[in-house]
């Protein structure tokens, strides 16, 4: 999940820190820090991470060390959120140009293209250097590598565009690139998804061939999800469907990788996550909103018969704003005072939206060197 605790200036808060600190005290085998920038130019949101020479070192080793505690594990998601990038710090740019209701963005050149292999290698190994434990490559859910995979966002007509093996291209030469910068024994993961779930964009058959391209490289963990956040459309992770989203996909994948699959998505109970494992489809399942609910969540999962969270239900919620009611609930937990966290969902939203607002300044000045007119 993008926990929306940084600072505003790219560094980990107390909140932050502790939030991770609570799900390893919890039990969890990994937790995954979305999102994780690179490159400050092209983030999420103000509250991501950004690793690199002007990162805060202590704070972010905090994290890491406070995080990796009763066996866990803490692995940065890397991510580039390319066209999707937040506009009031950002000046965004994907695989192509595009002009699409309310989302326009620039597209990359050739030379652009080209260096991201070496930014993402160069974030790992900071992350490896900081003490982590691992790192996931963000390919899904619409950000950057997940638009080169989107005929819907990539329209190019060079060896980056066109086949899916040419869209596929520029995700396996950042695996390729990041393998050789932190070496054999360091584990990369990458999620990426099954279907974008929006017309003309990735589709189930492309993303089981770029499931077999993979299973060519070195990569350690494909977690499995799906969605495309698009101005617009609903996100998927907004809808009210009842089960687990990408066992079926995964079962497909199963039958073309020898590389262990995570599926993350719709699971909200037990049996859910237990059968899924048993069945063999997946080698392990990945939890969002329910680990939000109940940071305690894989201790209580691994004690037969103990109890699922309860979700709550909420009437005629606006875009995104589900997402600003659990954001906040993060924030709660990272404070330790979920017991008392008693915002409705209007109250929600504006609070997260006024601190996104405050963090945006924090972040223009702190990269402002990065945004001088030309």
Sequence with gaps: MSDSLGNGRGDPTEAQIRLYERWAEGGVAVSFIGEVQGDPRFPEKPGNLVLGEKTDQQAI????????????????????????????????????ALNVESLQCAGMTIEEVQELPDMYARTAVYAKTAGFSGVLIHAGHGWLLSQFLSPLFNRRSDGYGGSIEARCRIVLEVIDEVR???????????????????????????????????????????????????????ASSDGSGKG?????????????????????????????????????????????RAMVLDPRLAEVWL????????????????????????????????????????????????????????????????????????
């Excluded at 699959?261 to 909200?268: D, E, N, P, R």
Aim: proline share 7%.
């Design 180 to 234: 050789r910068s932190v070496g054999s024994s360091f584990p990369v993961g990458i999620r990426i998804n099954s279907t974008d779930q929006l017309e003309g964009g990735l589709t189930e058959a492309d993303a089981l061939e770029v499931v077999r391209l993979l299973d060519k490289t070195s990569i350690d963990l494909i977690d499995i999800s799906g969605g495309t956040y698009f101005p617009g459309v609903k």
């Design 244 to 288: 687990p989203y990408f066992l079926d996909f995964a079962r497909r994948a199963k039958g073309v990788t020898n590389v262990p699959l995570m599926a993350t998505g719709g699971f909200k109970r037990r049996a859910q996550a237990a059968e899924a494992v048993a069945s063999g489809d997946v080698d392990m399942v990945g939890l969002a």
């Design 61 to 96: 080793q905090s994290l890491a060390s406070r995080a990796m505690i009763e066996g866990a594990h803490l692995w940065p998601q890397l991510g580039h959120a390319g066209a999707l990038s937040h506009p009031p710090i950002s000046q965004p740019k994907g695989p192509s």
């Design 303 to 374: 004690n037969e018969g103990s109890g699922d969270p309860n979700f709550p239900r909420f009437e005629s919620a606006p875009p995104g704003g589900i997402t600003a009611w659990y954001t906040m609930q993060l924030t709660a937990l990272g404070e330790d005072r979920e017991n008392a966290f008693t915002l409705d969902l209007p109250s929600a939203i504006r609070i997260y939206e006024e601190r996104d607002a405050q963090r945006c300044t924090e972040w223009r000045e702190r990269f402002s060197y990065l945004f001088k007119e030309d």
